[in-house]
C-alpha cells in the first residue's frame, strides 16, 4: 500500500514526540499541586523519592498525651524505634534521621532542629535560625595579669539561607559561590551569571535560583 508523501511526513515530525511524551511515565513535573507523603525520611533518597517511613512504623509510647503526634515525640527525642519494610524492629538515633513530612509539608533535619523546606524545585531553599557563639577574649595568648569583666563568650542567633541540590542530595549555603557552581549545569544561565558584578550576584541570588529551576524543573513520582 503506498502512502501519500505528506502523511509520511507527518508521521515522521510526530513520532519523537509521542516517544519523549512516554520516555518515564512515573515520574511527573513538580508544581505547588504535588502531594508529599507523610513520614520519615531516613535519608535523601525516602524524601527524593518521595517514599518515606509511615508515620505509624515508629513504636512510641504516648500515655497522658504528653506528645500530640509522632512527630512532637521526634522532636523531643533522642532515638527511635520503627518496623522496617520487612517487619524488623531497628532503632536510630534522631540526629541521624534525614527529616520528616508533617501534613504534607517536608521538613529536614538541619543542626539539631526539623525546619520546614518551602521552597522546593531542583535545588531546594529553607531558612533556619541558628545560635552562633562567640569569644569575647581579644587575646591571642595567655596573659596573667589581663581581667576580663565581661563573659568569655556571648551568642546570638541568626537566620542562615541553606539549598538542597536534588541531584546530589548536598546541602550548601546558599551564597554567590555556591550558586555559580550550580549555574554551570545550564550553559546559558551559568554564563549569564558568572559576567555579573560580585554586587549584582548577590543581589540576584532569588532571580536566577528561580530562574534555574523553572528551566530544570525537579521531576517526582507520580503521586498514586
Same mark, same amino acid.
Given at each position: 500500500m503506498m502512502y501519500p508523501t505528506k502523511a509520511i511526513?507527518?508521521?515522521?515530525?510526530?513520532?519523537?514526540?509521542?516517544?519523549?511524551?512516554?520516555?518515564?511515565?512515573?515520574?511527573?513535573?513538580?508544581?505547588?499541586?504535588?502531594?508529599?507523603?507523610?513520614?520519615?525520611y531516613l535519608g535523601f533518597n525516602q524524601f527524593r523519592n518521595n517514599?518515606?517511613?509511615?508515620?505509624?512504623?515508629?513504636?512510641?509510647?504516648?500515655?497522658?498525651g504528653k506528645y500530640s503526634d509522632v512527630y512532637d515525640f521526634i522532636?523531643?527525642?533522642?532515638? *527511635?524505634?520503627? &518496623?522496617n519494610? +520487612? #517487619?524488623?524492629?531497628?532503632?536510630?538515633?534522631? =540526629?541521624? *534521621?534525614?527529616? &520528616?513530612c508533617? +501534613? #504534607?509539608?517536608?521538613?529536614?533535619?538541619?543542626? =539539631?532542629?526539623?525546619r520546614q523546606i518551602p521552597f522546593i524545585g531542583s535545588l531546594c531553599h529553607f531558612v533556619a535560625t541558628i545560635t552562633v557563639y562567640y569569644d569575647n577574649n581579644p587575646n591571642l595568648y595567655y596573659d596573667p595579669y589581663y581581667y576580663n569583666t565581661t563573659p568569655n563568650r556571648y551568642y546570638s542567633?541568626?537566620?542562615?539561607?541553606?539549598?538542597?541540590?536534588m541531584q546530589t542530595g548536598d546541602i550548601l549555603d546558599f551564597n554567590e559561590e555556591n550558586l555559580?557552581?550550580?549555574?554551570?549545569r545550564d550553559d546559558s544561565l551559568g554564563k549569564e551569571y558568572s559576567e555579573l558584578s560580585k554586587k549584582k550576584k548577590r543581589k540576584m541570588l532569588f532571580y536566577y535560583l528561580r530562574l534555574f529551576n523553572e528551566k530544570n524543573p525537579l521531576y517526582m513520582p507520580v503521586n498514586q
Open positions: 511526513l507527518i508521521l515522521l515530525l510526530t513520532l519523537p514526540i509521542l516517544d519523549l511524551q512516554g520516555q518515564d511515565s512515573t515520574r511527573v513535573a513538580y508544581s505547588f499541586n504535588y502531594r508529599f507523603t507523610d513520614g520519615i517514599q518515606p517511613l509511615p508515620p505509624e512504623s515508629v513504636v512510641f509510647e504516648n500515655s497522658g522532636g523531643n527525642t533522642k532515638e *527511635i524505634s520503627y &518496623y519494610a +520487612n #517487619g524488623n524492629l531497628s532503632t536510630i538515633a534522631v =540526629n541521624k *534521621i534525614w527529616g &520528616y508533617r +501534613n #504534607g509539608k517536608p521538613h529536614i533535619n538541619y543542626i =539539631n532542629d526539623f542567633t541568626e537566620a542562615v539561607q541553606v539549598l538542597i541540590d555559580a557552581v550550580l549555574l554551570q
